[in-house]
């Protein structure tokens, strides 16, 4: 199985930084590596497929990178509504995986 | 609007059984390959199973293989899961999602259900 490890595991930063989660796969998964967030109490939602790819509706301060087994989450200046926790999933092959989580607070 | 509403969660005892529901709306439900990933409360996400758009293929993680059993009915846009001989680690809440591209194979999750809870008591 492959697997996915995110960083930091929590990160605490204010209104306005910019922010990067960090996604590494123990193999090679091209391209095929997706974004969620979730909030507290309710279903994850994509924000990035493919990589780089941005879900319809989610605000341009998303943006994803990386291929191969190193990917980046970048939030370009953090919202109020941004607070939240962030996962990583691999599609490249079965069982998916996703990493741990990473939890953004507020500082 | 794409809709998944999750039923038949709740309360079963240790080796029990429970049968889950997805009900979907909103899109061509045979087009599109189907998941379930599940949340153990305070964890992480764990991808469970996913079934192809034409039910020909079916995937399971390890840490279910031989007792869950996913399916659909495409006549009644509805995805199911039969879970046999729970285990305490099995309780979690249990989303379904709509693959977000392919009929035949896993990519994203796009959207989830709204979850719904199993627990397993000894």
């Known amino acids: 199985d492959i697997q996915m490890t995110q960083s930091p595991s929590s990160l605490s930063a204010s209104v306005g930084d910019r922010v990067t989660i960090t996604c590494r796969a123990s193999q090679s998964i091209s391209r095929s590596l997706n974004w969620y967030q979730q909030k507290p109490g309710k279903a994850p939602k994509v924000l990035i497929y493919?990589?780089?790819s941005l879900q319809r509706g989610v605000p341009s301060r998303f943006s994803g990178s990386g291929s191969g087994t190193d990917f980046t989450l970048t939030i370009s200046s953090l919202q109020p509504e941004d607070f939240a926790t962030y996962y990583c999933q691999q599609s490249y092959s079965t069982p998916s995986t996703f990493g741990q989580g990473t939890k953004l607070q507020i500082k | 609007e794409v809709q998944l509403l999750e039923s038949g969660g709740g309360l079963v005892q240790f080796g029990g059984s429970l049968r889950l529901s997805c009900a979907a709306s909103g899109f061509t439900f045979s087009s599109y390959a189907m998941s379930w990933v599940r949340q153990a409360p305070g964890k992480g996400l764990e991808w469970v199973s996913a079934?192809?758009?034409?039910?020909?293929?079916?995937y399971y993680a390890d840490s279910v293989k031989g007792r869950f059993t996913i399916s659909r009915d495409n006549s009644k846009n509805t995805l199911y899961l039969q879970m046999n001989s729970l285990r305490a680690e099995d309780t979690a809440v249990y989303y379904c999602a709509k693959g977000g591209y392919s009929s035949s194979s896993v990519d994203w999750f796009d959207p989830w259900g709204q979850g719904t809870l199993v627990t397993v008591s000894s």
């Open positions: 079934i192809s758009g034409s039910a020909g293929s079916t």
């Open positions: 493919v990589a780089s």
